[in-house]
């Protein structure tokens, strides 16, 4: 098979993919953008009617204004939004094309061998992100199908018991969605309360439900066991057995650490889990291969987000140049 060469390749069409993408373009860099699904593939999965808590502004690159409808911006808008901006510059990037190996080479360069050819790079840009594996309670029954840990829509909900776990922003749209499809929902939560950071025009609504005791909430709580017609919870108060249709785990994602460990990326030894890069031009500790997005935060996944990582494509980009012209 032959082999395309580039200057940079970068396996991840999400926000901070095509960001590198739009940095390389206007430097001229030879590079390619794979995508193992759809272009930006994490927000296409997001629910339906998600609303961003970043203002659109906040989330435009390239200089490519983002009109939104309200200040918050929707997943549809933004679905459109790096359409636009993927087709203004366009963009060289390959979707359903999944990166399975890396190889760093005797002379400093990548083979990258996806599911569909094998390529040879100068350097490297991991922009995979942290939507593709969730954080698994580890009980049994997890893996019944009444169980998801990605939360679309309310409309299959619809009069059913519905156990939503977690206490953060997607558990919290996942509680009052269902509840005002007409489900009967009841929540984990594993501290005193909802999470501080919940977006703060959501918050009052989700505690003015819990304390009128339309949702029901145990706090302190986790889920013991899973059944197919209950579920059991541990809570301060012993075991409580809820009867249930439903389980929406909503307990956080983590990002997939296999590429970075075919390259030798080292990662924090503490629970954080941070991968090591330098943060002034997010080179890794192996020369070539750059670091970009939520996946920089290891499992600290609240550490970056589209806003904040934006800038790592120009970081990279600077950084590449300066080697080129160091060699030149
Ligand atoms: C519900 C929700 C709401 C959020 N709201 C906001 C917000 O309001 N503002 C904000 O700034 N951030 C927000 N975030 C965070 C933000 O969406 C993510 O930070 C953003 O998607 C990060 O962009 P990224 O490009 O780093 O990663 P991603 O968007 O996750 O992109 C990574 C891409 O890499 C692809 N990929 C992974 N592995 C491979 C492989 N082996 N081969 C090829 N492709 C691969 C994936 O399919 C994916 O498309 C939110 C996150 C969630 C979950």
Redesign the pocket.
Known sequence: MEKTCVEVLI???????LACGIACEEHQLDYLI????VL????FH??LN?T???TSE??EMGGVPFMSVSHKPTRTEALEYYRRVTEKWRLRVRCY????RLRRNENGTFTVT?SKGVYEAQNLIL??????LPNLMGVPGEDLPKVTHYYKEPWPYIGQRVLVVGAG??AVDAALETYRKGAQVTMVLPGEGIDENVKYWVKPDIENRIKEGSIRAYTQSRVQEILAEEVLLHTPEGEVRVPNDFVLAMTG?RP?FA?LDQLGVELSLDEKRQPCFDPDNQESNVPGVYL????CGGLVTRT????N?IVHASQIVQHILQKKGAAS
């Open positions: 396996i991840g069409g999400g926000p901070i993919g794979l995508e193992k699904g930006t593939n994490s927000l997001y629910p998600m961003f808590f970043s906040k989330l094309e999944e990166v399975l996806s922009a995979t992100g942290f939507y593709d922003n997607s994602y997939n590429l970009a997005g939520v996946v970056y987000f589209i806003e990582s």
